[in-house]
């Protein structure tokens, strides 16, 4: 089995997989880092979210071999202390239900603002549309999202 060497939440990693391994299996299985979700297996539900590069990006549907060289963040890397502006909005909106998709969702939400301080509505529909929520959260999601726009800018 080849090895592969992953820089994943700012810590070198090394695992034995087949190259053609989705991500996901190797950050659950292999690591432990179960705070990132299977739901659909085919990149369709954002669940699985995770950042490349600082890129929101489906770990259902990337492979081991793809994401080697890139640095890997999942939702427990986040931030140090779990309380990312858009971590703390979560809590405050009340967000969850299920609870299942929100690691997914707060990860599309970090990079979108990342990339957008002052995102609008349709902005926020725009970016999160590919994340599905069983539950229907959606108007706490857009509110938790404005939330942390808006601690994030207070600095």
């Known amino acids: 089995m080849p090895r592969f060497i992953l820089t994943v939440n700012g810590k ?3 695992v034995s997989v087949a190259p053609d391994t989705p991500l996901l299996w190797v ?16 990149g369709l539900c954002g669940t699985c979210t995770i950042h490349l590069d600082g890129e929101p990006t489906r770990s259902c ?11 890997i963040t ?9 309380l990312h502006p858009v971590q703390k909005a979560w809590i405050a909106e009340d967000v969850p239900q299920c609870g299942y998709c ?20 349709s902005d926020i529909d725009v970016a999160m549309k590919m994340n599905l929520c069983r539950c229907g959260t959606y108007q706490r999601i857009r ?13």
């Open 12 to 14: 070198e990693q090394s």
């Open 27 to 42: 950050l659950r299985d292999d690591l432990g880092l179960t705070g990132t979700k299977y739901s659909c297996g085919r």
């Open 61 to 71: 549907m990337t492979t081991i071999e793809y994401a080697e060289d890139q640095e």
């Open 74 to 82: 999942t939702i427990e890397g986040l931030s140090q202390d779990g």
């Open 102 to 121: 929100q690691s997914g969702q707060i990860m599309t939400a970090a990079a979108l603002l990342r990339e957008n301080s002052m995102p609008t509505d």
């Open 143 to 155: 509110k938790a999202i404005h939330r942390a726009a808006e601690e994030m800018r207070r600095g």
